[in-house]
């Protein structure tokens, strides 16, 4: 039987002059992403920035479950209705209105989604929500959400709600996570529930319980799954669902 191919979305630098160069536009992607899927028994596949929901719907056609990866710049906020209020890189018209057309018509179609860091914060305002632009400015009594030592460790643990398709996955109520962000989930959408919390009241994951499988989490399990299973777990959660619900023959 065929193994699932799962689509990864790539960073993307448009080149140019927004580069301050004269660089031509480059899609790249650490292998940590594409190594995590193939270990848990998926086909890993990275995905082109595309324009047009016509080319998105054909790529989709080819897959059976879709990673959202969680390097880059940040969600402009115009997207979810503010004003940028903090310093910080914005992430290019191209890649958002790629990743926003594949989150559409993946739950379109209940496509499997795993989204990690800024890509849950992408499926969250994809869906309508918005997002916290800088925590330490905007968080009282915050825990310090980027680590100082390296990623392959962890530095606070994450409550997981009981009744949630998170805690169906990782098999417990608390876990050990990395962090490497300063933005964060603030107003969740309609069709999206919480499903996971940093002690200072940050979102951790997010989840679709109407979806096969439609998840994001705030931290990195790219880095920590070689060595703990509760984070190979995501993946392998990924990887599994996205086998059941392939609807192409072998």
């Given at each position: 039987m065929r193994k699932p191919v799962i689509g990864i979305a790539p960073d993307f630098n448009p080149g140019g002059d927004r580069d301050g160069g004269e660089g031509e536009a480059t899609v790249f992607i650490r292998n940590r992403y594409v190594a995590a899927i193939a270990a848990a028994g998926g086909i890993p596949v990275i995905l082109p920035i595309f324009s047009g929901r016509a080319l998105g719907a054909a790529l989709l056609d080819?897959?059976?479950?879709?990673?959202?990866?969680?390097?880059?710049?940040?969600?402009?906020?115009?997207?979810y209705g503010e004003r940028k209020r903090f310093k910080f890189k914005v992430m290019s018209r191209e890649r958002t209105e790629s990743e926003f057309a594949l989150v559409a018509e993946a739950r379109k179609r209940d496509l499997p989604v795993l989204?990690?860091?800024?890509?849950?914060?992408?499926?969250n305002v994809a869906l309508g929500g918005t997002l916290v632009q800088d925590i330490g400015g905007q968080v009282?009594?915050?825990?310090?959400?980027?680590?100082?030592?390296?990623a392959t460790g962890t530095c606070h643990p994450v409550a997981v709600a009981r009744r949630s398709r998170l805690h169906d996955?990782?098999?417990?109520?608390?876990?050990?996570?990395?962090?490497?962000?300063?933005?964060?989930?603030?107003?969740?959408?309609?069709?999206?529930?919480?499903?996971?919390?940093?002690?200072?009241?940050?979102?951790?994951a997010l989840e679709d319980r109407s979806r096969r499988f439609f998840i994001g989490v705030q931290w990195h399990p790219e880095y920590l799954y070689p060595r703990h299973r509760v984070h190979r777990a995501l993946f392998e959660?990924?990887?599994?669902?996205?086998?059941?619900t392939r609807r192409r023959p072998a």
């Open positions: 080819t897959l059976d479950g879709l990673l959202l990866t969680g390097s880059g710049p940040d969600i402009d906020p115009r997207r989204g990690i860091c800024g890509g849950m914060q992408l499926m009282a009594g915050a825990l310090p959400h980027r680590m100082k030592g390296p996955v990782l098999g417990r109520g608390s876990v050990q996570v990395n962090s490497s962000h300063h933005q964060a989930v603030k107003a969740v959408p309609r069709g999206l529930a919480v499903s996971a919390v940093a002690p200072d009241g940050v979102i951790e959660a990924l990887v599994k669902a996205a086998r059941a």
